[in-house]
């Protein structure tokens, strides 16, 4: 049996990573939101990570770009709290570590 390898460049491998994050953020559900929250000890209430769930579900947001993070951090302060969103931003800037 014949076992088939191919390589890809880091830079390819960074690129596939950020789309499989970027991918799952954008189709996170306030509960999955509620329970990384909890994992990562960031307060957040089941009905913040419900708005926030809802605006950032299908956005295409990625959160690698400091611009459209940004942007979105802000939205969400305006869903809920400042401090909600800066609590929100510290989990999306552990995912893109």
Known sequence: MKTHMFFIG????VKLIQ???NYKI???TGDELYKYA???KVKVSR???????DY????QLNIFDDQARSKAIKDIAKLTSPET????NRV???FAK
Not at 56 to 59: E, L, P, S, T
Not at 85 to 88: D, G, L, N, T, W
């Open 10 to 13: 880091s830079d390819a491998k």
């Open 19 to 21: 789309n499989m994050v």
């Open 26 to 28: 954008n189709l996170i």
């Open 38 to 40: 909890r994992q990562f």
């Open 47 to 53: 009905e913040e990570a419900e708005k926030i769930a």
């Open 56 to 59: 950032v579900r299908g956005r």
């Open 85 to 88: 969103a800066r609590e929100i």
């Open 92 to 94: 999306f800037v552990m």
